[in-house]
T-cell receptor, first 112, second 113 residues
């Protein structure tokens, strides 16, 4: 069953602008991850945030997690044309299970 | 460099054929997964395996089976392919632990005619 739901479904911005994608989920989690997928390819892990963390940074990426609202956001600063891809959030419930439940993704287009 | 490979990037099969999709990882991971990805539906888990010869059903196992005879290899089998199994199939692996990322293969785009 789907856990994460990304918003918006599609986003188009100019190069240099910031891109913000949101993810909401329904049940308790122990971590939330973001992945990127270039067209027709496999997914690549971007960043993981644990349930006891509120914010995490990696290069131009900033992820926030609000467990009280069951939501997360991914911010990409100073976007580049190479950031054009689909972005997925995935939730892990822990407790010995290594499964992740993926959302449907946000398709980001960065226009040069 | 860690790697997950899938046997084919593109595959075209006929309805009723038996189809084998192979996935190999070189990271000595215990856990391997098969997903299918369809437009508007995201990734859905078909089966996963947490050890050799062990398997668990995911969310959509109907019409599929799996085999894991060796730690590095996880096969997805479509016993009798149908047109509604036309999809992108993605394999992934991860080591044990609750905070580990999954590593994905490049995907196999299967078309069933």
């Amino acid at each position: 069953s789907q856990q994460g739901e990304e918003d918006p479904q599609a986003l188009s911005i100019q190069e240099g602008e910031n891109a913000t994608m949101n993810c909401s989920y329904k049940t308790s989690i122990n971590n939330l991850q973001w992945y990127r997928q270039n067209s027709g390819r496999g997914l690549v892990h971007l960043i993981l945030i644990r349930s006891n963390e509120r914010e995490k940074h990696s290069g131009r990426l900033r992820v926030t997690l609000d467990t009280s609202k069951k939501s997360s956001s991914l911010l990409i600063t100073a976007s580049r044309a190479a950031d054009t891809a689909s972005y997925f959030c995935a939730t892990g419930s822990g407790a010995g299970s290594y499964q992740l439940t993926f959302g449907k993704g946000t398709k980001l287009s960065v226009i040069p | 460099d860690v790697k997950v490979t899938q046997s084919s990037r593109y595959l075209v099969k006929r309805t009723g054929e038996k189809v084998f999709l192979e996935c190999v990882q070189d990271m000595d991971h215990e856990n391997m997964f098969w997903y299918r990805q369809d437009p508007g539906l995201g990734l859905r888990l078909i089966y996963f395996s947490y050890d050799v010869k062990m398997k668990e059903k995911g969310d959509i196992p109907e019409g599929y089976s799996v085999s894991r005879e060796k730690k590095e290899r996880f096969s997805l089998i479509l016993e009798s392919a149908s047109t509604n199994q036309t999809s992108m199939y993605l394999c992934a692996s991860t080591s044990g632990g609750a905070y580990n990322e999954q590593f994905f293969g490049p995907g196999t785009r299967l078309t069933v005619l």
